[in-house]
């Protein structure tokens, strides 16, 4: 029983956080420096991108968290600190002013930096905002953090779960921030878990790489599978359930927490993609392997023409058709079958491949709704894959025709 | 030598064409049927579309040409004649009525639909059509049959070359369509060549793979592999030069011939993209393989978030080094050097994979052009490819987002 409750980073026992402007952005009502620290250590884990093209950060995360422990989060917005000659340097420098400011460790921080590539990152900001940071660190902080990490996100992502292992009440919380260049493999964006389960780095790790397959890893805003992303999770341990240290039951009920947390935060940042009116979900059922079911389930949430029809609300399920066909898996064409689905209704538009007589009026009444459904039964097998996507508008071309000025 | 001479497909000796507007669409200005017929049998050869989803009138061209011969091209605008249940029943009713009309067998014919999938066609207005069709046949008609194959197009597509072989003066010319739907792997369009050079199927068939691998198949718009491309020549023979029945150097002046022709048209079609303002180039070297340097030029031609930078004129080549890091090869990010090139002038920005100083004013200047070139160099080994594509703008979720009504 995994339930949503109120909160983000801090609902779990013993995290605070904090965000501040300090400065590495211009407009000074935008934070652009969070924090996250535990009380006790935590037991960590991390994914990353997979672009060979990846920030200074996750060089020095990587290997603070080499030993499966952290205490603490430090990230900025505004830059990425990729590309850059003296990016490694600057990240670890970040880590030991923030580890100073504390008391802690140098190698007890995740680092993480989001923004534009290739712009030297000025630490004097950093260095300046760092009391002040400490100094806001609360058990209500997590909003603020959550603000801070964002760029063009237009809401701020923060959930939290609870459940029970072996009798004690756990939860589970997060922020994440992606809205642009964001495309499956662990691309993405940020996202930072905290939990007062307690679990063993390498069970935390097993954990995670099981979640971000079916979640993170089915999103895509733009194709473009970005340089820094990061999802790192963080246990305390201070929700005092046995620990875990092998795949038992609670480790079954670990995992369904951080997947219905993980699956939350995928549509939420899948409906704020930059420029995105509308969250697009492409659920694939009836095929041969689960590899064909997430490649085509993704083709169609990538297609860039599928978006703009859905911007559209037109029922232009050809382009649908046309996407699975380029999926590169092998599919029976001959018995696709395509609906759309939303709060207006559903419909059925493509049956055994070929086009079926449908009423536009009803197709127009479910398209114009925010959250859409594209249902693809390939009735030719028992394996299926949910895609999460969003429509390309406008406003995705406005955002990213002049980011850096 | 391969000289650029004016005219299309009808520049050859012994072909004629025609365009007319017989009803397919509903907009009576714009004509929807286009054929093109050679006075003697040809040579044949043509490559498709690689996706699963496939146009019937492929199915029916590749049947009819099996035999390496061919008379003639029909070919309507409006709809695609793709993912309906009698799809190649019409295919073959297109021919048969084509071939009735001119006195030809079916099976000369290579036929092709674009436009709108899983819209059923309507046979009347073709049948009814075809009598003009027939009698407006014309040795000037190039630019007529260029017109109606146009969908979102805005410009016609029709080039020519003149080129010798063994003394015998050959000339080759094509229209083409393409731009929407537009994707490497031979996705992105129709394209209709015609020659007199007198070449076997054989050797024909050999020197449009060769070329299309590196021009159809180097072109972007927008990512979606369309289902019905096609590219289809027609050899008359008419120019009496030595039949090529082997890799000679006179088939390699013919291949020189098909190459320069296509680069052209992929250029003009990349330009003409849906909603494009401007003809964006990525040219890579120092490839440690030509594999490399295909997928690292392809990477950033189809990158979205390169695509909106080069709309709004925006240096951002973060993302250029973004694309290459995701491009699903082995490069050393620490090699890369980055230019931008246009009228406007040539400028650094990027250089042993780090930012380099530059002038904004200046890349400023370069990037407002109509004709961007993104010079990547590997600094890795030898090899080289150009990838063709366009800028992502307003237009092009305009034109895509209602497309069918």
Redesign the interface.
């Known amino acids: 029983m995994v339930k949503f409750i109120n909160g983000g980073v801090t609902a779990p026992k013993g995290f605070k956080a904090s965000g501040v402007h300090c400065g590495i952005r211009k407009n000074k009502t935008k934070k652009d420096l969070a924090l996250i620290v535990s009380e006790k250590e935590c037991d960590a884990a991390a994914v990353y991108t997979?672009?060979?093209?990846?920030g200074a950060p996750i060089t020095v995360t990587r290997n603070n968290i080499a030993d499966g422990k952290a205490r603490a989060v430090i990230c900025n917005s505004g830059i990425?600190n990729?590309?850059?000659?003296d990016g490694v340097e600057k990240a670890e420098l970040m880590c030991s002013l923030a580890a100073d400011a504390l008391n802690l460790k140098p190698t007890d921080f995740v680092v993480a930096s989001t923004g534009?590539?290739?712009?030297?990152i000025d630490i004097e900001p950093i260095k300046n905002g760092l009391p002040q940071l400490v100094s806001e660190l609360s058990e209500n902080g997590s909003s603020d953090a959550a603000e801070a990490i964002m760029t063009t996100d237009t809401v701020k992502k923060e959930f939290a779960v609870e459940f029970t292992l072996g009798g004690k009440v756990c939860k589970m919380g997060a922020i994440s921030k992606g809205s642009?260049?964001i495309?499956p493999?662990m691309?993405t964006m940020l996202c930072f878990i905290t939990t007062d389960a307690n679990i063993d780095s390498k069970m935390l790790k097993s954990a995670l790489l099981e979640v971000v397959d079916d979640s993170f890893n089915m999103l895509s805003i733009?194709?473009?599978?970005?340089?820094n992303d990061t999802v790192a999770v963080l246990a305390s341990g201070m929700a005092e359930n046995e620990r875990i240290t092998n795949k038992n039951a609670d480790y079954d009920t670990f995992v369904s927490a951080l997947a219905a947390l993980s699956e939350k935060l995928v549509k939420v940042m899948a409906k704020d993609g930059e420029g995105a009116t509308k969250l697009v979900e492409c659920q694939v059922e009836g095929a041969k392997t689960e590899e064909i079911a997430k490649a085509s389930a993704k083709a169609v949430i990538?297609?860039?023409?599928v978006k703009?029809?859905m911007?559209?609300a037109?029922a232009?399920?050809?382009?649908i058709?046309?996407?699975?066909?380029?999926a590169g898996v092998?599919?029976d064409?001959n018995k696709v079958e395509v609906r759309f689905k939303s709060e207006g209704g559903e419909i059925l538009v493509?049956q055994n491949?070929?086009?079926v007589e449908f009423s536009e009026e009803l197709a127009k009444e479910i398209l114009v709704k925010d959250e859409i459904y594209i249902l693809v039964n390939l009735n030719d097998g028992e394996f299926g894959a949910k895609a999460y996507g969003c429509d390309?508008?406008?406003d995705?071309?406005?955002?990213?025709?002049?980011?850096?000025?």
């Open positions: 997979q672009n060979l093209v990846y990425a990729t590309c850059n000659a534009v590539i290739g712009k030297p642009g260049m495309h493999n691309a733009d194709g473009d599978t970005s340089t990538c297609s860039s023409l703009a029809a911007f559209g037109d232009n399920w050809g382009r058709l046309c996407a699975l066909g380029y092998e599919i064409v493509c491949g070929v086009g390309l508008t406008y995705y071309v406005k955002i990213n025709g002049d980011y850096r000025t």
